[in-house]
């Protein structure tokens, strides 16, 4: 199968979206699928090159963090994408497009439809679905909302991670949503390092990732343990006020690589991952697969992840926390008997099984598709202003 993937941030830059939709593609790939991307530009990175056996193109846009974005640097995203979409349609054209993210990659797909009329699969993540990061989103989703709501419904096939965010989408329109969770596969080798009294935690430091509760909940806790934060963002600066004033014994490690993650990963006797607010993190997988007695909050997507083994707290709550906290620390066999469900639930997660349930989606979506090979003009009056500015 022809697949034309299209993703605002691709590996190396981006967040858990950005590595989710990778991880499928090169899976994809390996399954004898063709996979083209279409993600942006950053300095230090090839406009074109083969990753894994997938094709990677990056177009030019503003950029000025890897790990995060505003959404003024998403409004450049989009006309170029579209360029260079239509320039590689023109070439080869795919069976179907796969956009992740309604916003923006959706608009770029939407109007490739309206065009070519190649249907398109669209994968939400959670920000691009309005009413899930309102703090950061919700004017963009006032302001695009009449054209949101044309993405998702010509879109040939919605899919989610989670029952949370297929909730979330149909409050705002009615449409049916397919629950495919994200995958997980880890390294070829599963390290030796020892575990140690570590407890970690890894997020982009957004406050909906909840860090400020973890901060407060060690305070004063045992100093026979380390307490590590690894993860960089715009909330970094205030955190470390939060911890300065409280005496917390927490150390930033900031943004770290894939390998030295695993190996703290692997390291750590306790994950904590105290998000007030989630999709379907893959660092709860992550540490699940490393053998971490897993600590998270109620929050929909974490449970999801998680079933029943972790420790589920309320959210935004440092008290409950602190207390389950305690309880692992003292409490070794908890700790062993939560390490070993968390490593055979991540066996059910592998890329290989869920690849084939994107497979089949687009497989139905192919043999269903309506005016194909019929390119259809859009007038220019007719695009978005943001594609027109850009």
Same mark, same amino acid.
Not at 57 to 71: K, P, Q
Not at 99 to 110: E, M, N
């Given at each position: 199968m022809q697949i034309l993937c299209i993703i605002y941030e691709y590996p190396p830059i981006g967040g858990g979206g950005s590595v989710?939709? @990778? $991880?499928?593609?090169?899976?994809? @790939?390996?399954? *004898?699928?063709?996979?083209?991307?279409?993600?942006?530009?950053?300095? *230090?990175?090839?406009?074109?090159?083969e990753v894994a056996g997938v094709d990677v193109?990056?177009? @030019?846009? =503003?950029?000025?963090?890897?790990?995060?974005?505003?959404?003024a640097e998403l409004l450049t995203t989009l006309l170029p994408a579209y360029k260079r979409a239509v320039?590689?349609?023109?070439?080869?054209?795919?069976?179907?497009?796969?956009?992740?993210?309604?916003?923006?990659?959706?608009?770029?797909?939407?109007?490739?439809?309206?065009? #070519?009329?190649?249907? #398109?699969?669209l994968t939400t993540h959670g920000s691009d679905i309005p009413g899930y990061n309102p703090d950061r989103f919700e004017f963009m989703h006032r302001l695009i909302r009449p054209l949101w709501k044309r993405i998702v419904k010509h879109a040939a096939a919605i899919t989610s991670p989670s029952k949370y965010l297929a909730n979330l989408l149909q409050h705002s329109a009615p449409l049916p949503v397919s629950i495919v969770p994200n995958g997980y596969e880890p390294p070829t080798t599963r390290g030796s390092q020892a575990k140690r009294n570590?407890?970690?935690? %890894?997020?982009?430091? =957004?406050?909906?990732k909840g860090v400020q509760h973890f901060i407060e909940a060690?305070? *004063?806790?045992?100093t026979d343990w380390e307490y590590v934060i690894a993860g960089d963002g715009p909330f970094m600066a205030q955190l470390k006020a939060r911890a300065e004033a409280l005496k917390s014994?927490?150390? =930033? @490690?900031?943004? %770290?690589?894939?390998?030295?993650?695993? /190996?703290? #990963?692997?390291?750590?006797?306790?994950?904590? =991952?105290?998000?007030?607010?989630?999709n379907f993190p893959m660092v709860l997988l992550e540490a699940m697969d490393?053998?971490? $007695? %897993?600590?998270?909050?109620?929050? /929909? +997507?974490?449970?999801?992840? %998680? +079933?029943?083994? *972790?420790?589920?707290?309320?959210?935004?709550?440092?008290? /409950?926390l602190r207390r389950a906290l305690a309880k692992l620390m003292n409490d070794e066999k908890a700790r062993e008997q939560l390490s070993s469900s968390a490593l055979a639930r991540a066996q059910k997660f592998r890329w290989s099984r869920i690849a084939g349930q994107y497979v089949s989606i687009f497989d139905s979506v192919v043999q269903g598709r309506d005016g194909a090979g019929k390119p259809v003009d859009v007038p220019a009056d007719e695009l978005p202003t943001a594609l027109k500015l850009v």
């Open positions: 989710v939709a @990778a $991880a499928l593609n090169e899976q994809l @790939a390996l399954d *004898g699928h063709s996979v083209r991307v279409i993600t942006s530009m950053m300095k *230090g990175l090839a406009p074109d090159e193109h990056r177009s @030019a846009c =503003f950029r000025t963090h890897r790990h995060y974005t505003t959404t320039q590689m349609i023109e070439q080869k054209r795919p069976d179907v497009i796969h956009a992740h993210f309604a916003v923006p990659s959706g608009v770029v797909a939407y109007f490739l439809w309206r065009r #070519y009329r190649i249907p #398109y699969v570590l407890v970690l935690v %890894v997020a982009r430091l =957004f406050p909906r060690v305070s *004063g806790l045992s014994p927490v150390k =930033f @490690a900031g943004f %770290v690589d894939k390998t030295t993650l695993r /190996e703290m #990963y692997l390291q750590a006797r306790i994950f904590v =991952f105290p998000s007030i607010q989630e490393a053998g971490c $007695a %897993v600590i998270t909050t109620d929050a /929909e +997507g974490c449970a999801e992840v %998680v +079933g029943d083994t *972790g420790i589920i707290t309320p959210r935004a709550n440092s008290l /409950e």
